[in-house]
C-alpha cells in the first residue's frame, strides 16, 4: 500500500479536524465562512473517477454525511459542495456552508473574502468542528 502524502496547499491551507472511513477531514483556514474539505487518502487521485467503485461509494457517503452534520450545526441556508482541483490537483471536496448575506453571497467564495481565524476563533471552530465526529 502506498503511504498517502497530503497536497502541501492543503497541509498549509487547513487544519485537521478528523479521519474518516477514506477520508481525512480539514478545515479551511478562513473565518468568513464555516469551510470543510474532505481529501480521499487514496495516493494518485485527482479525480472522482481515479477512485475505484468501493472507494467512490464511500467517499460520496463520507461528503453526503458531512455536509448534513455541518448544515444542522451552522444552520446554513445552503450548502456548496465541489471538487474543483484547478489549483490544487489533489482530489478534494469543498463542504461550505453559505449564508445569505455572507462575504460573498450570492458568489462563489473563491477570491471573495474572509482572513484566516484568529487563535480563539480557531479553537472555537475546531471544537464544533470535531463535535461531529464522536471519537
Known sequence: MTKFTLHPDLARDTVFVAELDVCRVLLMNNAAFPWLILVPQV????????????EYDMVMQEVRAVAEELSALTGADKMNIAALGNVTPQLHIHVIARFAGDAAWPKPVWGNGGEPYDKDELAEMLRRMQS????
Open 43 to 54: 495516493e494518485g487521485a485527482y479525480e472522482l473517477f481515479d477512485l475505484d467503485d468501493e
Open 132 to 135: 461531529m465526529f464522536p471519537a
